[in-house]
């Protein structure tokens, strides 16, 4: 428990911080890297120069400041963040590293403002945040080491396959490389990939896992991520994964986590809409085929958005879910369709989500929604849910980069 002190305290700094955020933020980054370069290999240095993970960090410290007398509310974001870092393997002595580079920097930005009566407020109260993490971090390390197959860190596998999805996604196909059990993951959940890049060694990226557990492999499906500005490299490690790695080389995994899943949402009955945009189908899939699978006969509704049928990946299979019987429905929305997709079939309609789609076509007042996509869909989406009153506890999604991103209007 904090002191009452500490909590004013950090109640009266927390909107200088927030106007601050950023800088400070940024100022925190530049300070680690320099004092602390062995931490640099565990951050997406694409995160970094997006400025997503300043926006990140700088959004969880301010949240955290602005409920620091309620800390129950933090329960869903640490999990997000708790999550996050099992994927990537931090660990407790990590955690002084990132409170005192954190500290100075507030200091450096926020100047006389910082007195000592802050800085050790600020300290007590980063501290808690930290024990909270790694508790809930150990208990996670913890239970991965513990399930059959299980393991921490990162461990060999080898590609057995390679399929073309369309001409932007390919699938990979995983299993141990010392031929030892696969752990069984949660439909929903991501692994992460280690790939010892020239120029970005060791910089690890998620990948969410497109099959369904207990299958005998792991498959990843990966969009090649093309430059944003002619000035901008492509994404190094899908285009990596996409041009350099064959069936029978290996790739250094890391065990599967995530919040992201059916379990523990799922409510008997009720029915179940899935709403993938582009490569967010992956996690969305998995689960759906899991679903399906158990055999439970949830009403299942599964939107496929897509621009085309260039780059419509896995229709296939989201097209085969209807085999299990009435109770699987399934859509597919072009937005940019080629001449002759609607008359071939390969879509259901021209267009995107929209609120028509989602009144008509779900039964939004019961669902459980999950969502998945780049952020215009993901912000649509939300905001198309909002305006069918469907209450935030039935909303589950996933981003495929920091959550807090979603929130931020500026970012790219
Ligand atoms: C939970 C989760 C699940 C995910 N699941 C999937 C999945 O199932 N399938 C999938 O394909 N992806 C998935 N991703 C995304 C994946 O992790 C990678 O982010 C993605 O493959 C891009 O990585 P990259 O190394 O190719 O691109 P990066 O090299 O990281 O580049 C990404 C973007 O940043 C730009 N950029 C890079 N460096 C610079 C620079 N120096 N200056 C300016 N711009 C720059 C690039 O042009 C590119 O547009 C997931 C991510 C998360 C967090
Ligand atoms: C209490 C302290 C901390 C807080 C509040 C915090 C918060 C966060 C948040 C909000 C994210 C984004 C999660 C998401 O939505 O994807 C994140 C990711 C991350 N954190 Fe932390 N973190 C803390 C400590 C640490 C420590 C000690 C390290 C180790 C050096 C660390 C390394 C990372 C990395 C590498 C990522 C992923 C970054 C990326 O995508 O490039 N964090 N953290």
Same mark, same amino acid.
């Given at each position: 428990?904090?002191?009452?002190?500490?909590?004013?305290?950090?109640?009266?700094?927390?909107?200088?911080?927030?106007? @601050?955020?950023?800088?400070?933020?940024?100022?925190?980054?530049?300070?680690?890297?320099?004092?602390? /370069?062995?931490?640099?290999?565990?951050? =997406?240095?694409?995160?970094?120069?997006? *400025?997503?993970?300043?926006?990140? +960090?700088?959004?969880?410290?301010?949240?955290?400041?602005?409920?620091?007398?309620?800390?129950?509310?933090?329960?869903?974001?640490?999990?997000?963040?708790?999550?996050?870092?099992?994927?990537?393997?931090?660990? &407790?002595?990590?955690?002084?590293?990132?409170?005192? @580079?954190? +500290?100075?920097?507030?200091?450096?930005?926020?100047? %006389?403002? !910082?007195?000592?009566?802050?800085?050790?407020?600020?300290?007590?109260?980063?501290?808690?945040?930290?024990?909270?993490?790694?508790?809930?971090?150990?208990?996670?390390?913890?239970?991965?080491?513990?399930?059959?197959?299980?393991? =921490?860190?990162?461990? /060999?596998?080898?590609?057995?396959?390679?399929?073309?999805?369309?001409?932007?996604?390919?699938?990979? $196909?995983?299993?141990?490389?010392?031929?030892?059990?696969?752990?069984?993951?949660?439909?929903?959940? $991501?692994?992460?990939?280690?790939?010892?890049?020239?120029?970005?060694?060791?910089?690890?990226?998620? $990948?969410?896992? #497109?099959?369904?557990?207990?299958?005998?492999?792991?498959?990843? #499906? !990966?969009?090649?991520?093309?430059?944003?500005?002619?000035?901008? &490299?492509?994404?190094?490690?899908?285009?990596?994964?996409?041009?350099?790695?064959?069936? *029978?080389?290996?790739?250094?995994?890391? &065990?599967?986590?995530?919040?992201?899943?059916?379990? &523990?949402?799922?409510? /008997?009955?009720?029915? !179940?809409?899935?709403?993938?945009?582009?490569?967010?189908?992956? %996690?969305?899939? #998995?689960?759906?085929?899991?679903?399906?699978?158990?055999?439970?006969?949830?009403?299942?509704?599964?939107?496929?958005?897509?621009?085309? #049928?260039?780059?419509?990946? +896995? *229709?296939?299979?989201?097209?085969?879910?209807?085999?299990?019987?009435?109770?699987?429905?399934?859509?597919?929305?072009?937005?940019?369709?080629?001449?002759?997709?609607?008359?071939?079939?390969?879509?259901?309609?021209?267009?995107?989500?929209?609120?028509?789609?989602?009144?008509?076509?779900?039964?939004?007042?019961?669902?459980?929604?999950?969502?998945?996509?780049?952020?215009?869909?993901?912000? +649509?989406?939300?905001?198309?849910?909002?305006?069918?009153? !469907?209450?935030?506890?039935?909303?589950?999604?996933?981003?495929?980069? %920091?959550?807090?991103?979603?929130?931020?209007?500026?970012?790219?």
């Amino acid at each position: 428990m904090l002191s009452r002190q500490t909590v004013d305290i950090v109640k009266a700094i927390t909107p200088a911080v927030a106007a @601050n955020a950023e800088t400070i933020t940024r100022r925190f980054y530049e300070r680690m890297f320099t004092a602390n /370069p062995e931490v640099k290999a565990y951050f =997406n240095q694409a995160h970094q120069h997006s *400025g997503s993970q300043q926006r990140a +960090l700088a959004g969880a410290i301010c949240a955290y400041f602005t409920h620091i007398d309620q800390l129950d509310a933090l329960g869903p974001a640490v999990e997000v963040i708790a999550q996050k870092h099992c994927s990537l393997g931090i660990q &407790p002595e990590h955690y002084p590293i990132v409170g005192q @580079n954190l +500290l100075l920097a507030i200091g450096d930005v926020m100047g %006389p403002a !910082v007195t000592d009566e802050v800085v050790a407020a600020v300290t007590e109260a980063y501290q808690l945040l930290a024990d909270i993490c790694i508790h809930r971090e150990r208990e996670i390390y913890h239970q991965q080491l513990a399930q059959t197959g299980g393991w =921490n860190g990162y461990r /060999p596998f080898v590609v057995t396959r390679k399929e073309r999805e369309s001409e932007i996604v390919t699938s990979l $196909y995983l299993q141990t490389a010392d031929g030892g059990a696969l752990a069984s993951f949660l439909p929903g959940q $991501y692994i992460t990939v280690r790939i010892d890049h020239p120029v970005t060694p060791t910089s690890p990226r998620n $990948y969410s896992l #497109s099959d369904r557990p207990d299958v005998g492999h792991y498959r990843i #499906s !990966v969009k090649r991520e093309l430059a944003l500005r002619a000035d901008t &490299p492509d994404g190094l490690i899908s285009s990596y994964l996409h041009d350099q790695v064959s069936v *029978g080389d290996r790739l250094e995994i890391g &065990p599967p986590c995530g919040e992201f899943t059916l379990v &523990p949402t799922l409510v /008997p009955g009720r029915p !179940v809409v899935l709403l993938a945009g582009g490569i967010g189908v992956t %996690p969305l899939l #998995s689960m759906a085929k899991a679903l399906v699978h158990a055999n439970v006969k949830t009403p299942l509704y599964f939107i496929q958005a897509a621009r085309n #049928s260039r780059v419509h990946a +896995l *229709g296939g299979e989201v097209q085969e879910l209807r085999e299990a019987g009435a109770h699987v429905q399934t859509r597919v929305l072009y937005d940019a369709p080629l001449d002759d997709d609607l008359a071939h079939g390969r879509c259901d309609a021209a267009g995107t989500v929209d609120l028509d789609v989602l009144r008509d076509w779900t039964p939004h007042r019961e669902a459980e929604f999950y969502f998945c996509g780049p952020k215009p869909f993901m912000q +649509l989406v939300s905001r198309l849910l909002n305006q069918l009153e !469907v209450d935030a506890s039935r909303m589950h999604c996933e981003f495929f980069g %920091p959550k807090q991103e979603l929130m931020s209007p500026a970012a790219a």
